[in-house]
């Protein structure tokens, strides 16, 4: 080859490898500017689930608690976060019904089973459901009506399971926010520590360890506390928090499998456990 055309081939080497780099950072920043467009989809795009309403007829329903989350309360495919397991996303079952075909089979709780509840902290009909549900109370705001409604539902009886919820930053504002919102409607109201020797964990299942208790994607313990009436741990469990974890997720997704039976079992052993405890508490 000549001298000419070693300078050319450098030269056609040289251009192709400009062209690959220009090409490169063209792609590069294609998908950085596709990835900040979905962020900012996600961000945006907000849209409240379809609720319809169920008669009552005195069976037990599953009620799930509505509430306005914080404004970055969307990040789940645009979804409230209280509605967070109430329409699943990746091919699951709702996880209320999941829990209730399984409380249906092993109880004679005779549940409704596809009709669940979705209610208003400040709904009067809430009075009709004893036993009820949050999700991502990390997320939770609270009106000064809405505390006032709560708090009478607690006090004449009302029981409230509260799960997947975390720290920030995936979690909203974590158990800060959670307890601040509580401390808003029970002022006087402290949430304790729970070990597996309260009744709550002996009230239909006998579960004696929480080393049983299935992660989903929380990192580290799970973490349970519950909140007494007079703060008296002898009396009535008025709320239970799962915290750091999502015992709900494992109830969503058990007939898929996506999750391991084993570890379905025991989140619907805490579930059938709760609501069992609502009921005769």
Known sequence: MNPHGVFALVARVSAHRRWIAVASAAIAMFVTGAVLAQRRLFDEVRFEPRVTKVAYDGRFTFARLRYTPRPDGYYYYGLPAWAHGYLSMKGGARAEVSLMRILNEISYLNPHIDDTAVVALNDPELAKYPV???????????????????????????????DDFREPPVGGGGWANFEANMRRVLPEGRFMDLDPSSP?????????????????????????????????????????????????????????????????????KLGVNYIMYGMTH
């Open 132 to 162: 009820s549900y949050m999700a991502e109370a990390g997320w939770w705001t609270l009106t000064d009506a809405e505390a006032a409604a709560f708090r009478a539902y607690l006090q004449k009886g009302g029981f409230v399971i509260f």
């Open 200 to 268: 709550i964990f002996h009230s239909f299942f006998e579960i004696n360890t929480f080393d049983l208790i299935p992660q989903s994607y929380d990192e580290g313990r799970p973490v349970i506390r519950g909140l007494f009436e007079n703060n008296d741990p002898t009396k009535r469990l008025m709320a239970i928090a799962n915290f750091n974890t999502d015992v709900s997720d494992f109830w969503e997704y058990a007939v898929t499998g996506f999750k391991p039976i084993e570890e379905s079992n025991e989140a619907y």
